[in-house]
């Protein structure tokens, strides 16, 4: 099993900049990608950036040029830097993390930090 704990959610004004981490823990052979994800009410959990273990990275288009995905592979940690933040950018974000375990690759979720922007 694998555990995501993320931190750095909050309250920002409209412009400013946040930075959320998810470290992942738990019994795993290897975490093959992690990412955030971000879901309003009543939408679907939609991708905003996403780094694989080799370093590789895929970002939303609505984000890009203003968030940056980074990660510390050895404290099996990720980052989002948010700059430029809008009210439209105002959710929930949860960190996933794809991970080589026993039973094989397995998707896992964090509990979620909220994101609001004010203008």
């Known amino acids: 099993q694998v555990q995501l704990v993320e931190s750095g959610g909050g309250l920002v004004q409209a412009g400013g900049s946040l930075r959320l981490s998810c470290a992942a823990s738990?019994?795993?052979?290897?975490?093959?990608?992690m990412g955030w994800y971000r879901q309003a009410p009543g939408k679907q959990r939609e991708l905003v950036a996403a780094?694989?273990?080799?370093?590789?990275?895929n970002y939303a288009e609505p984000v890009k040029g203003r968030f940056t995905i980074s990660r510390d592979a050895a404290k099996n940690t990720v980052y989002l830097q948010m700059n430029s933040l809008k009210p439209e950018d105002t959710t929930v974000y949860y960190c996933?993390?794809?991970?080589?375990?026993?039973?094989?690759?397995?998707?896992?979720w964090g509990q979620g930090t909220q994101v609001t922007v004010s203008s």
């Open positions: 780094i694989t273990s080799g370093g590789s990275t």
């Open positions: 996933n993390a794809k991970a080589s375990v026993r039973s094989g690759l397995r998707n896992y």
């Open positions: 738990g019994t795993f052979f290897s975490i093959t990608s």
